[in-house]
Structures are given as C-alpha cells and as structure tokens.
C-alpha cells in the first residue's frame, strides 16, 4: 500500500516537474508513465535484489532506456522524457539533510547522510551513462559527428 | 553568404539550447552539424556552462573565432524541443541567415504556461513529494501552500535580478518560515515533512546528477562548475534552513 502511494506520488510529481520544465501538455503522458517507471523499477528491483544502490542504478538505466525509445515514437529529444521522469530517483532529501547536518554540526548524521546522497547519485548517473554508451556504440553510424 | 553573420547566427541557435538547459554535449553536437552542412571547411567548437567558441572556415575565406558568453539559464525543455527541430531542419534545407533569425525569434517569443498554471504546478510537486516522504494530508496541503508562496517570492525574486544563491537561501528560509509556523499553531504536525516537499523544488539534486554525468562523459570542466554551483546552492539552502529553525528552535 504504501509502495502504490509513493508510485502515484512519484508520477504526480513528474507531471509537476514537466510544467515546470514548460514541457507541452501531449508529452506529459509519456513523463507520467516514466515518473511511475522509475519508482515502481526502484521498488521491483529492491524487492528482487534487497540492495538500495543496484536498485537505484537498475532503476535508472530503465527510465533511460523507457525515455530513449519513448523520445524515437513520440519524435522530441531524449531529455524532454528523461529529466522530469528521472527526478523520484535523484536525491534531493539526502543532499538537504547532509547539507543540514553539516551547518548543525551533527558530524555523524552529515556522515551519513553525505554517503547515501554520493552513493545514490552516483548509481543513478552510471545507470544513465551506461545506456548512453551502449546506445551510442549501437547508433554510430547515424551521428554526424564523426 | 557572410561568415561572420553565419558564425553569429550558429551561435545564437548554441546559445538558446544551452541557456534552455540542454545537455554540453547536445549544443556542441548541434553546432558541428550545422557547420557541416553549410560546407564549412573547418569548425572547432567548445561550450562550457559560461561560454561558448566556435571558430569556423569557409571555403575560400580565413578562419574566424567568435565567443559567445552565458549568464543566465532557465529550463525549458520546450525550448529545447523546438531549437532541436530547427537545426534539423537547417542541416537539411541550409536556408538563409534571415530565416534562421525569424525562426529564432519565433522560439523566444512563443509563450509558456502562464503564472497560475506555474503555481500550481508547484503546488502539486511540493504536495506529492511531500506525500512521497510519508507526509499525511495536512502536511501534504501545508506544503502545497508554502509551494505557491515560494512560487510566487522566486517570481518577484527572479523579476528584481538577485544572485542565485541568495535567492535559494530566501526562499529556503521562507519556506522554513511557513512550515514552523504552521506547527506552532496546529499541533502534532510534523515540519520536516512540510519542508521537503519545497526542497524538492529548491534542491539542485537534478544539477548536481547533470553535472556529474558530464564529468564522467567528459566534458570535465562543465561538469565541475556544475557540481561545484550545486553544491553551493544546496549550502545556501541549508543556511537558509538554519537561520530560521535555530532561533525558532530556542523559542520553542
């Protein structure tokens, strides 16, 4: 129950974060269906595997792959998709309570906190990076720049 | 066809995607591409964060350099959107200098969503992340509300020209403001729950990743000023936090 919650929160603050980002209204179903991906993926794999960090980094390299062949049907750049569907798994929390911890002097909430924020965005970047690579080595011959 | 006028005008088209948060490596793609298409002979391109250099040759004049320096960005993926479907068509068609202008000005001018619909749209994510971090439904409201307040100083803010970072910081403070408050007079509500919901949307989280990926990409020195900025704001965020809560902490 509290998995569904967080999976329609986390597709609710998608859609926020897409008007934000100006991102006209017949795109935003496909960064509604990717914010959900994200977390849900996340949620699947921890379930899977019990581990936060590979979660995180599968659930990344899914919302990269949902958002490069979503980008392809629905003809936009990738990152239109990307951005605001990656946002469940970019983390805002721990980077605001390692930073908190820091100015209150709490060193071993700042330890803490710092590592799961490092950690998790680090995942999450490699996850993104790594279907960059492999897409870019599949997709080669297209690109103009040599 | 006038090279500097050409060069100028690419540059235009590289300043407008990455000032609408495009990707280092997109804008840099972008202009090689355009530069090949209208036969340039040689093209050199480099963008960073602050700045762009282009140096281009046509056949038959002398190579010319020209730089083109950022100040201010803000995300507009339709922005991004719209210049991505120009280039694509100017790599095909290589139309005239006055035609890319027009279109150009087309692209700045062409309206977003109005300031109601920007406020709600605040509301919405402050009130889902706050739900999201296990915030019940008075918090998730409160937050919502404190989201439109922080819409609309940001606004105001942003309209008066302020430093980036004392920006994050006040409105990080306001937004500490409005959830202590908001305790003190109803009870057994939980603030932290408030605030991260708003943080959400202040936390440069999303900048800090961007920034990161380009390092390990390779565009090296974007990626730091990325992440050195992020990390500054996300500072300033906490200072913002701090200023409030501690002297309201003492009164409690």
């Known amino acids: 129950m509290n998995g569904v919650i967080q999976i329609l929160a986390a597709t609710l603050g998608s859609c926020g974060f897409a008007i934000v980002f100006q991102i006209k209204p017949k795109h935003i179903k496909f960064v509604a269906v990717g914010g959900a991906l994200s977390w849900l993926s996340y949620l699947l794999f921890y379930a899977l595997l019990g581990t936060h960090a590979e979660s995180m980094f599968l659930a990344a390299v899914s919302v990269t792959v949902y958002s490069e062949v979503m980008a392809r049907i629905d003809k936009v750049p990738a990152t239109l998709i990307y951005i605001p569907a990656i946002i469940p798994l970019i983390p805002g929390g721990h980077l605001y309570y390692s930073t908190g911890c820091l100015i209150a002097g709490d060193e071993s909430g700042f330890r ?11 995942a999450v970047v490699l996850g993104t990076v790594l279907v960059y690579t492999i897409l870019s080595l599949i997709i080669k011959k297209k690109s103009f720049s040599k | 066809m006038n090279q500097s006028q050409l060069i100028c005008c690419i540059l235009d088209i590289g300043e407008l995607l990455l000032t609408s948060g495009a990707e280092i490596s ?18 050199d391109v480099h963008a960073i964060n602050s700045s762009i250099i282009l140096t281009g040759q046509l056949p038959g004049a ?25 280039s694509r068509y100017i790599c095909q068609n290589t139309p005239d200098i006055e035609l890319i202008q027009q279109r150009l000005e087309a692209i700045r001018s062409e309206k977003g969503y109005g300031a109601w619909v920007m406020h709600l749209a605040y509301a919405v994510v402050a009130s889902s992340f706050s739900l999201f ?8 409201l409160l937050s919502a509300v404190s989201a439109v307040v922080i819409c609309f100083l940001g606004r105001q803010l942003q309209a008066v020209g302020i430093n980036k970072m004392v920006q994050s910081f006040l409105l990080s403070a306001a937004c500490t403001v409005i959830a202590v408050m908001s305790c003190w007079i109803i009870p057994n509500l939980d603030y932290d729950k408030i605030i991260i919901g708003n943080i959400m949307l202040l936390i440069p989280g999303l900048a800090f990743c961007n920034g990161l990926r380009d390092l390990i990409v390779g565009d090296t020195i974007s990626g730091g000023l990325s992440l050195s900025e992020a990390l500054l704001s996300a500072l300033a965020i906490a200072f913002g936090f701090a200023i409030v809560w501690m002297p309201m902490r003492i009164l409690l």
């Open chain 1, 112 to 122: 803490t906190y710092s590592q799961l924020f490092l950690g998790d965005a680090v």
């Open chain 2, 26 to 43: 997109r804008v840099e793609d972008t202009i090689l591409r355009i530069c090949r298409s209208y036969q340039f002979e040689r093209c």
């Open chain 2, 62 to 86: 002398l190579p010319e350099t020209q730089l083109r320096r950022i100040y201010s960005f803000k995300t507009n993926l339709n922005t991004v959107q719209s210049v991505n479907e120009l």
């Open chain 2, 133 to 140: 971090f296990g915030g019940r439904a008075a918090e998730c």
